[in-house]
């Protein structure tokens, strides 16, 4: 017997690890736990059939996770042991990912912007070691991986990617795919040595798929160093998403005056270019003078770009078709009563609709809004169900907004 009292050991605290594990999430979920749910107002129940909102909530100066559904709130920290451990704090539009192909996504990151799937493969772009250069000469090496969905099928290659200076990082941004190619959009940091000043850049590598190959390293901007405290690169392309090929990117380059004691930065230049993937090609773009206030909200879904404009009694939402070259109608929605202006409206465009959330009087309002004929197709509210924690109600908010299928 007492060569076994090592193992008995090891697995009794084991079981009162997990036991407490369990007891303390418990108890932490139960006091801070809050419910809510969607309550349809008018239009199509079945817009909201697939559609969750994760969302966030201050209780005892903490901030808890919530999803909210058609079928009422989940905790995604109420999780088992062993998930916490696997995926711990995955997006939910990667979480198909880690229960339907476990073995592909097995020390794969949880980072929306690194995959691409269409209805026959799931492709994870990542750069070994965060892009930093290899020890061996000065290379940066990308690896592709990817999973036919038909015959479960996985396979990879890695490519040596030549750098002029040590990379502290690469972050990913978005991954297109088209016409055998594949574009990965990312931000490079630059360390700075003796040769080279301190640098952020917005690359393009484009990827021949079938010749694993690189076929061109695009720089589209560039800050040094002396520049990067008072200047900005803003990609305004949407990053949670793995299934909308965008056929564009759009990113503005700004430089501001110095900062002085008690004044905000002063714009000294703003452009705004968009990058046609297709043709691999960068062009600025110029928006009316009467919009360029509202420039830092606009986004891209598409081929149409849209500025939103927000008053206190709604939205107006303006589009530049890039394919047609003009202005479209803009599309207007008239709000409900709002509790709080200071509150900014949450915003989302994918699969043809536009989702607005705002606060108003008595939880937050949902419309959602057909983009080709303008029309309101659904209105509801979140609305809470613990009426003795009110105080929750008011700090609720709309991080991100899914539509799963």
């Known amino acids: 017997m007492k060569k076994y009292w090592k ?23 139960s006091k801070n736990d809050r419910s809510y749910k969607i309550e349809t107002i008018s239009g199509n129940k079945e817009e909201i059939e697939n559609l969750i909102l994760q969302t966030s909530y201050q209780s005892n100066d903490l901030y808890h996770m919530l999803y909210i559904s058609k079928d009422g709130s989940t905790n995604p920290n ?7 451990l696997i995926a711990p704090n995955e997006p939910m539009i990667l979480r198909k990912y880690i229960e339907e192909h476990r073995n592909f996504m097995r020390g794969k990151e949880f980072d929306p912007r690194k995959y691409f799937e269409d209805k026959a493969r799931l492709i994870y772009t990542t750069f070994l070691d965060d892009g930093k250069k290899e020890a061996r000469g000065n290379v940066v090496t990308l690896q592709i991986d990817t999973l036919d969905k038909n015959t479960n099928d996985s396979s990879s290659f890695k490519i040596d990617i030549p750098v002029k200076a040590s ?3 690469i972050n990913v941004n978005d991954v297109y795919v088209g016409d055998g190619k594949i574009n990965i959009l990312t931000t490079n940091y630059l360390s700075a040595n003796y040769l080279i000043k301190a640098r952020e850049e917005l690359h393009v590598y484009t990827i021949d798929v079938e010749k694993k190959e690189l076929v061109k390293d695009a720089i589209l901007a560039e800050l040094v160093s002396e520049e990067r405290g008072t200047s900005s690169i803003r990609i305004f392309n949407e990053y949670n998403t793995t299934t909308q090929n965008e056929n564009y990117y759009l990113y503005m380059v700004e430089k501001y005056s110095e900062r002085k004691e008690d004044t905000e930065l002063e714009v000294i230049s703003s452009q705004i270019y968009l990058y046609d993937n297709a043709k691999n090609e960068a062009e ?3 928006m009316p003078e009467e919009l360029k206030p509202y420039r830092k909200s606009m986004r891209i879904h598409k081929e149409t770009i849209y500025i939103p404009v927000y008053s206190a009694n709604g939205l107006t939402l303006n589009r530049y078709h890039i394919e047609k070259k003009q202005w479209e109608e803009p599309l207007t929605l008239q709000y409900s009563s709002i509790a709080n202006e200071k509150d900014a409206p949450y915003l989302r465009i994918a699969e043809g609709k536009f989702y607005l959330v705002y606060r108003v009087s008595d939880g937050q309002w949902l419309s959602i809004v057909d983009l080709r004929t303008g029309g309101l197709i659904y209105e509801g509210k979140i609305i809470s169900e613990d009426k003795k924690n009110q105080e929750a109600d008011s700090s609720l908010t709309i991080e991100q907004l899914y539509t799963m299928h």
């Open 167 to 169: 990379y502290d990082w």
């Open 284 to 286: 600025e773009w110029t």
């Open 78 to 84: 109420n999780q088992s042991f062993f998930g916490d």
């Open 7 to 29: 193992t008995i050991s090891i697995c009794f605290f084991i079981l009162v690890f997990i036991s407490s594990y369990y007891i303390q999430k418990t108890a932490m979920a």
